[in-house]
């Protein structure tokens, strides 16, 4: 088993969906080229290998009790019921949940993702339950605090949970684990309006205090994600295994792609957006980074959208790194290798 632990924070829907598949074709990543080979001739895990122990749930995409859903049953798809699943904190910071009720998602994730979040692929539901409901926060902090640097946090929905956990526990600031998350839009406009990136969006109250108060963090935006896109060519690979995880891939994904094509035809398939957050996250060669240090805008035409904190252009550290560049190809191969192998075994 890998030293390096993984815990994914997931609003699961599509690319959440296979950020989950990636991972667990990473810790194993069998005929994967990036594999060793032990005495026996067995395929070994990577190198960039890291054990998923963990996944927690916020919302975004979806609403934390149909996302959560959703990572179990991929789990299950995937043979991994031994990965427990921790849900969030279920609405911004600045919504009040007990004067609207619970927090739903806009009609526009609806759309990217479809009503079950997964495309309308159908996936059974996993035998198992849930942790309770609000556990993520203290499972994440305790997790923090018992791996530090060997923990890895790959965020990619709204923050709001890791901000509370930050906030809650500011001594795992400096606990060493490494947070890389998927959102925010830096050198390219955002998604959602012409400064904000739909992550940082759902809670920019929570995304502007996990970029302020310390912690150190990779942010693998749009700069990069909208480079690397999947085409119905990656699809029919999957198809052509014919099994049942191959089929549900394919039919998520095409749906996927289909807005995609619609909606944003330049990327000419679709964004892997979560999946290039854990692949950079278990190797950060594969994207040039630039420090910076980083608030939300809060206020106004730009609510949404990260940018420089004027406030510290000066300072001598950088708290984050954002990625500005990222290796296409070697990305897209690792992306298909570990996911398609993962995939014909189930």
Known sequence: MADRKLILDL???IDDALAIAYALGSAAAPNDADSMSDDSGSAAAPSDAADLIAITGTFGNVAVPLGVRNSLA??????RDDVPVYPGVDHPW??????????????????????NGLGG???????????????????????????????????????TTIATVLRKAP????????ITLMGGALTVPGNVSPGAEANISQ?????????????????????????????????????????AAGDFLADMTDYYID?????????KGCGLHDPLAVAAALDPTLVTTLGVNLKVDLDGAFRGRTIGDRARLTDPVTT?????????????????TRITALAAKH
């Open 121 to 159: 692929a159908e996936l059974p539901d996993s035998p198992r339950a849930a942790e309770p409901a609000g556990s993520a926060v203290d499972f994440l902090i305790d997790a923090m605090r018992s791996y530090g640097d060997r923990l890895t946090i790959v965020p990619t929905g709204s923050l």
């Open 203 to 243: 809670d920019p109250e929570a995304a502007d205090y996990v970029f302020r108060c310390g912690a150190r963090t990779t942010m693998i935006g749009l700069d990069v994600t909208h480079r690397t896109a999947l085409t119905r060519s990656g699809t029919a690979q999957w198809r052509a295994l014919h099994t």
């Open 171 to 178: 001594d795992v600031i400096d606990s060493g684990a490494h």
């Open 74 to 79: 991929v789990l299950h798809a995937f043979g």
């Open 320 to 336: 984050t790194r954002v990625a500005v560049r990222v290796n296409v190809e070697r990305f897209l191969d690792r992306f298909m």
């Open 11 to 13: 609003d699961t829907g």
């Open 259 to 267: 807005y995609y094509l619609a909606h944003q035809p330049e990327v």
């Open 94 to 115: 600045a919504y009040d949940a007990a004067k609207f009720g619970p927090w739903t998602p806009s009609a526009g994730s609806v759309a990217v993702h479809g009503e």
